[in-house]
């Protein structure tokens, strides 16, 4: 579906969490000085000192080749001047540099600003902004007699910033790609927008985690794609996402926690379906690291509600919610070693109790999980002969892990094909395409 693309980058590489400021990316620019300084002799320091005290003030640069010379350090002490006059967005050449400001500014995303944008005869003589990148891949569909496919490539670290950039080039497509005297262009474009935003909280709560940077870090890629009919008028979206990170179901790092639904269902579940999900209040789970932390995607009932748009009953929900419940059970199964070779691996603990569980909610016979997990087949020569061989501790516990890490993905893979019976699309070409953003949603026929 990805055509040529004759579009700028968009590359919103922001502060991360973990930064104070620009004044820490200041002392790490001092830090770094000397060697970038050394390596270029003394006509590079010369250059250098020069730029720095030169009476150009460097957040009035907009673009980063005006930067001479190009080092680390002129770099970022010139991103460090704009971000300190609340200057967030940089152009460098065809490309865009974001900085997250981690507070709200609300008038630099004003339904006022996007129409100056888009009204505007050359947008790129305007500040640098993402709405002069959304501008210039509609205009480049517009103009075409033969419209191409554009694309927008959002990237950059946990926290940069991906997803809101995102969400605020939908909004700005909502209200430019509509016709100016169609209240039902209009309707359609926002229908199209609010049905992707409202199936966020499904595609975050099964696909986010709380990591060391950020406590809603998306761990997979998305990619939308919006599409256009002749009159350049939204009429559809589609969303495919890939690489979730399913080594997180069975591993998480220090002080970083699983995917948020996990934590929903434990601190979310009704009585009942405490009891139907075996979810007791302050059951400890192996896989359920920090729960004591309350985060605001904790909220289970915004991921029910949104599931409900989606098209996911009430029966189904509760079906998948069962699974979940039941890996986490599984990530309780400990393994001792044998002392015979050729005798499986005994249970460890209250393992059996933790096996019988996850058995009861995956819906397994318990015997033939068991099985799986501890034993390997093998099959070998010419008659294909069947040989079993125990596995050892270490070849048990990865042999949970996969199950589970497999479970999980099957589930999110189902989940996003329900959201896929949402898109009605009116069209078939595809207008404008970006790597960031939300399930599945359009306009009715």
């Avoid at 125990?390 to 989940?415: G, H, I, W």
Wanted: overall charge neutral; proline content about 7%.
């Amino acid at each position: 579906m990805l055509q040529q693309a004759p579009t700028p980058t968009l590359l919103p590489a922001g502060l991360s969490p973990s930064f104070h400021g620009p004044l820490l990316m200041a002392s790490q620019v001092n830090g770094h000085s000397s060697d970038s300084s050394s390596q270029g002799g003394e006509p590079l320091r010369e250059d250098l000192q020069e730029f720095l005290s030169g009476e150009a003030p460097l957040h009035q640069l907009d673009d980063l080749t005006k930067v001479n010379p190009v080092t680390l350090e002129t770099v970022l002490r010139c991103l460090q001047a704009r971000y300190a006059v609340d200057t967030f967005y940089t152009n460098a050449g065809c490309t865009l540099v974001a900085l997250n400001p981690f507070k709200p500014v609300p008038q630099l995303y004003s339904p006022a600003l996007m129409r100056e944008y888009h009204s505007a005869p050359q947008p790129q003589k305007l500040k640098p902004h993402i709405f002069t990148v959304g501008e210039q891949t509609y205009r480049n569909v517009k103009s075409l007699m033969e419209p191409v496919n554009q694309s927008i490539i959002v990237s950059g670290e946990s926290g940069a910033g991906k997803t809101w950039t995102s969400r605020c080039l939908m909004k700005f497509y909502a209200v430019v790609a509509t016709s100016p005297t169609s209240w039902e262009s209009h309707k359609i474009a926002e229908r199209i927008e609010q049905r992707i935003l409202n199936s966020n909280p499904v595609m975050e709560a099964f696909g986010n985690a709380c990591t060391l940077r950020n406590d809603n870090s998306s761990r997979f890629g998305k990619f939308i794609q919006l599409q256009l009919n002749r009159a350049q008028q939204m009429t559809g979206a589609t969303v495919q996402t890939y690489l979730l990170e399913k080594t997180r179901v069975a591993c998480q790092a220090s002080s970083e926690r699983n995917f948020h639904i996990f934590y929903q269902i434990c601190k979310g579940a009704s009585t009942d379906e405490r009891l139907q999900w075996h979810l007791p209040e302050g059951a400890a789970f192996s896989w359920l690291p920090n729960p004591e932390r309350t985060l605001e995607e904790d909220c289970f009932e915004v991921t029910r509600e949104a599931m409900l748009h989606l098209g996911i009953d009430t029966p189904t929900q509760n079906n998948i919610f069962q699974v979940l419940a039941g890996l986490l059970h599984l990530g309780n199964v400990r393994f001792a070693d044998s002392e015979d070779e050729a005798q499986p691996c005994q249970l460890r603990g209250d393992a059996t109790c933790s096996i019988r569980t996850s058995a009861l909610l995956l819906q397994l016979p318990e015997d033939p999980l068991l099985e799986t997990l501890r034993i390997r087949t093998i099959r070998a020569g010419r008659q294909q002969q069947v040989f079993r061989k125990p596995c050892s501790r270490a070849e048990c516990d990865t042999r949970r892990d996969c199950l589970a890490k497999l479970v999980y993905a099957r589930r999110n893979m189902q989940s996003r094909a329900w959201s896929g019976h949402l898109s009605l699309t009116r069209t078939t070409r595809p207008a404008w395409i970006s790597s960031r953003g939300a399930p599945s949603a359009s306009a009715p026929s």
